[in-house]
C-alpha cells in the first residue's frame, strides 16, 4: 500500500504542476496564481494524515523549486508546502472521511493564506522584496478566492483516489482468501468435485424415478 501512495502521490504532483505552469500561471490573473499544487497536497494530506502530506508536500515543493520557470531559490517553496501538508494533515479524520464541507474549506483557505506569508516570510529572509511590489494584501485575498474556488472541484476527486489505495482486499478478505487457497490445492478441490458429482447423480436419479412415474400415470 505504501508504494500505491507513492505512486498516486507522484502522478498527482505531476499533473497539478503541468496543469499550473501550462494553464494557470498564463490565464494573467490579477493577484495571485490559483495553486492547484497546494490542493492535492491538502487533498491528500486529509487522507494520509500529517507525516505524509508532510513528505508529499516536500517533494511537490521541491519539484516546483526545480521546474522551470522558477525564479526563487531551490526549497523555499518546498519548505512552505512540507509545513503546510504537516498541518493539514493533522485535521484528518478517523476514518479519513470528511462529514461537511466547511472544515476542509476553513483549511483550504488558511493553508491558502498560510502559505502565502510563509512564502513572503522565507523570501524576505533571503532578500526577496517581490511580494512588497505586488502589494501582500492583493496576494493573501487573491490566493484564498482562487484556492477556494478551485477546491470544490479538485479535492474531493483527488480524496476519492487517495481513499483507493487506503482499502485492502487482501486484508479484509483474509478468511475467504484462505478458503480459496484451500480449496485451490488438492484435498479442498477433490471434495468440492466429489460433492459436485455426488449433487449432479442424485438429480439425474430424482429426475428418472419422475419420468418413470409418468410413464406409469400415462399407462
Given amino acids: 500500500m505504501r508504494v500505491n501512495r507513492t505512486l498516486l502521490s507522484a502522478v498527482l504532483v505531476v499533473v497539478a504542476l503541468v496543469v499550473q505552469v501550462s ?5 494573467q490573473l490579477p493577484g495571485a496564481t490559483p495553486d492547484l499544487l497546494l490542493l492535492v497536497v491538502l487533498g491528500l494530506a486529509f487522507v494520509y494524515g500529517h507525516v505524509a502530506g508532510a513528505l508529499t508536500g516536500f517533494g511537490a515543493g521541491l519539484l516546483a523549486d526545480l521546474a522551470p520557470p522558477a525564479d526563487h531559490a531551490a526549497g523555499r517553496y518546498a519548505l512552505v ?28 483557505v488558511a493553508a491558502a493564506l498560510g502559505s502565502t ?30 484556492d477556494l474556488l478551485l477546491a470544490p472541484f479538485t479535492i474531493p476527486l483527488i480524496m476519492a483516489l487517495a481513499r483507493r489505495t487506503e482499502t485492502d482486499p487482501v486484508t ?25 458429482q455426488l449433487r449432479l447423480r442424485a438429480a439425474r436419479g430424482r429426475a428418472a424415478r419422475a419420468g418413470r412415474i409418468k410413464g406409469v400415470k400415462r399407462l
Avoid at 23 to 27: G, I, N, T
Avoid at 123 to 142: E, P
Avoid at 175 to 196: C, E, F, K, N, Y
Fill in 81 to 108: 508546502l512540507c509545513v503546510i501538508g504537516y498541518l493539514a494533515g493533522l485535521t484528518r479524520p478517523a476514518n479519513g472521511r470528511l462529514t461537511s464541507a466547511f472544515a476542509p474549506m476553513a483549511v483550504v
Fill in 117 to 146: 506569508l510563509l512564502y513572503a516570510g522565507v523570501g524576505a529572509l533571503v532578500g526577496d522584496t517581490a511580494a512588497r511590489h505586488v502589494g501582500l494584501g492583493s496576494l493573501l485575498f487573491t490566493a484564498a478566492l482562487y
Fill in 23 to 27: 494553464v494557470l500561471a498564463r490565464l
Fill in 172 to 196: 479484509e478478505n483474509a478468511g475467504g482468501d484462505v478458503a480459496a487457497g484451500w480449496l485451490a490445492s488438492g484435498t479442498g478441490l477433490s471434495i468440492g468435485s466429489q460433492r459436485g
